[in-house]
Protein backbone atom coordinates (compact mmCIF):
# COMPACT_ATOMS: atom_id res chain seq x y z
CA UNK A 1 0.00 0.00 0.00
CA UNK A 2 1.11 3.76 -0.36
CA UNK A 3 -0.23 6.52 1.10
CA UNK A 4 -0.11 10.20 0.52
CA UNK A 5 -0.56 12.06 3.70
CA UNK A 6 -1.53 16.30 2.67
CA UNK A 7 -1.07 18.94 5.47
CA UNK A 8 -1.30 22.97 5.83
CA UNK A 9 -4.22 23.82 4.02
CA UNK A 10 -6.28 26.57 5.86
CA UNK A 11 -7.86 30.00 5.07
CA UNK A 12 -6.01 32.88 5.08
CA UNK A 13 -6.68 36.63 3.45
CA UNK A 14 -5.27 37.56 0.34
CA UNK A 15 -1.09 38.56 0.39
CA UNK A 16 -0.84 35.80 3.05
CA UNK A 17 1.23 32.67 2.89
CA UNK A 18 0.65 29.05 2.92
CA UNK A 19 2.83 26.07 3.54
CA UNK A 20 1.57 22.54 2.32
CA UNK A 21 3.40 19.54 2.57
CA UNK A 22 2.92 15.54 1.63
CA UNK A 23 4.49 12.54 2.62
CA UNK A 24 4.51 9.43 0.62
CA UNK A 25 4.63 5.91 3.02
CA UNK A 26 4.07 2.67 2.58
CA UNK A 27 5.86 -0.20 -0.16
CA UNK A 28 7.84 2.38 -1.59
CA UNK A 29 11.26 1.72 -3.90
CA UNK A 30 11.57 4.91 -5.73
CA UNK A 31 9.29 7.95 -6.94
CA UNK A 32 10.09 9.32 -10.35
CA UNK A 33 7.92 12.72 -9.81
CA UNK A 34 5.73 14.69 -7.65
CA UNK A 35 3.39 17.51 -8.06
CA UNK A 36 0.67 19.64 -6.90
CA UNK A 37 -2.51 19.76 -8.60
CA UNK A 38 -5.84 22.23 -7.63
CA UNK A 39 -9.83 21.85 -8.28
CA UNK A 40 -11.67 24.90 -7.80
CA UNK A 41 -15.56 24.67 -7.30
CA UNK A 42 -17.21 23.49 -10.39
CA UNK A 43 -13.52 23.47 -12.48
CA UNK A 44 -11.66 20.66 -13.74
CA UNK A 45 -8.07 19.36 -11.75
CA UNK A 46 -5.16 21.58 -12.91
CA UNK A 47 -1.57 21.10 -12.47
CA UNK A 48 0.16 23.54 -10.26
CA UNK A 49 3.59 22.44 -10.00
CA UNK A 50 5.50 19.47 -10.62
CA UNK A 51 9.11 18.49 -9.50
CA UNK A 52 10.55 15.89 -11.25
CA UNK A 53 13.73 13.71 -9.40
CA UNK A 54 16.05 14.95 -12.18
CA UNK A 55 14.70 17.38 -14.50
CA UNK A 56 13.09 20.66 -15.01
CA UNK A 57 10.74 21.97 -12.12
CA UNK A 58 7.26 22.98 -14.07
CA UNK A 59 4.51 25.88 -13.00
CA UNK A 60 1.28 27.23 -14.05
CA UNK A 61 1.28 30.00 -15.47
CA UNK A 62 -1.11 32.08 -12.91
CA UNK A 63 1.49 30.73 -9.91
CA UNK A 64 4.82 31.61 -11.34
CA UNK A 65 6.56 33.95 -9.32
CA UNK A 66 4.19 33.40 -6.09
CA UNK A 67 4.51 29.34 -5.45
CA UNK A 68 7.35 27.49 -5.16
CA UNK A 69 7.86 23.46 -5.06
CA UNK A 70 10.29 21.31 -3.48
CA UNK A 71 11.17 17.64 -1.99
CA UNK A 72 12.73 15.93 0.01
CA UNK A 73 13.97 12.66 -1.24
CA UNK A 74 15.31 11.10 2.11
CA UNK A 75 11.65 12.12 3.13
CA UNK A 76 9.43 11.06 0.56
CA UNK A 77 7.90 14.59 0.82
CA UNK A 78 6.76 16.83 -1.19
CA UNK A 79 6.46 20.89 -0.61
CA UNK A 80 4.52 23.78 -1.68
CA UNK A 81 5.02 27.21 -0.55
CA UNK A 82 2.59 29.71 -1.46
CA UNK A 83 3.29 33.36 -1.22
CA UNK A 84 0.86 36.26 -2.07
CA UNK A 85 -2.37 34.22 -1.92
CA UNK A 86 -4.83 35.21 -4.22
CA UNK A 87 -8.20 34.61 -4.41
CA UNK A 88 -8.63 32.61 -7.55
CA UNK A 89 -6.04 30.57 -5.55
CA UNK A 90 -8.94 28.91 -3.42
CA UNK A 91 -9.42 24.88 -4.81
CA UNK A 92 -8.74 22.01 -2.75
CA UNK A 93 -4.98 21.17 -3.78
CA UNK A 94 -4.05 17.43 -4.04
CA UNK A 95 -0.73 15.73 -3.96
CA UNK A 96 0.50 13.46 -6.69
CA UNK A 97 3.55 10.96 -6.84
CA UNK A 98 4.24 8.96 -10.14
CA UNK A 99 6.42 6.01 -8.35
CA UNK A 100 7.66 1.94 -8.43
CA UNK A 101 6.53 0.40 -5.46
CA UNK A 102 9.46 -2.52 -6.18
CA UNK A 103 12.19 -2.65 -8.27
CA UNK A 104 10.05 -4.91 -10.92
CA UNK A 105 6.82 -2.61 -10.87
CA UNK A 106 5.84 0.03 -13.59
CA UNK A 107 5.33 3.34 -12.81
CA UNK A 108 2.14 4.11 -11.33
CA UNK A 109 0.25 7.21 -10.05
CA UNK A 110 -1.11 7.78 -6.55
CA UNK A 111 -2.97 10.36 -4.88
CA UNK A 112 -3.31 12.13 -1.93
CA UNK A 113 -7.05 13.16 -0.24
CA UNK A 114 -6.38 16.83 -0.71
CA UNK A 115 -6.56 19.92 1.63
CA UNK A 116 -8.58 22.55 1.42
CA UNK A 117 -7.06 26.45 0.28
CA UNK A 118 -9.21 29.62 0.98
CA UNK A 119 -8.34 32.55 0.38
CA UNK A 120 -10.95 35.23 1.34
CA UNK A 121 -11.15 38.53 3.45
Known amino acids: QVQLAESGGGLVQPGESLRLSCAAS????????MAWYRQAPGKGRMLVAD???????VYADSVKGRFTISRDNAKNTVYLQMDSLRPEDTAVYYC???????????????WGQGTQVTVSS
Open 26 to 33: GSIFSINA
Open 96 to 110: NAVLRRTRYDPLNSY
Open 51 to 57: IPSGGNI
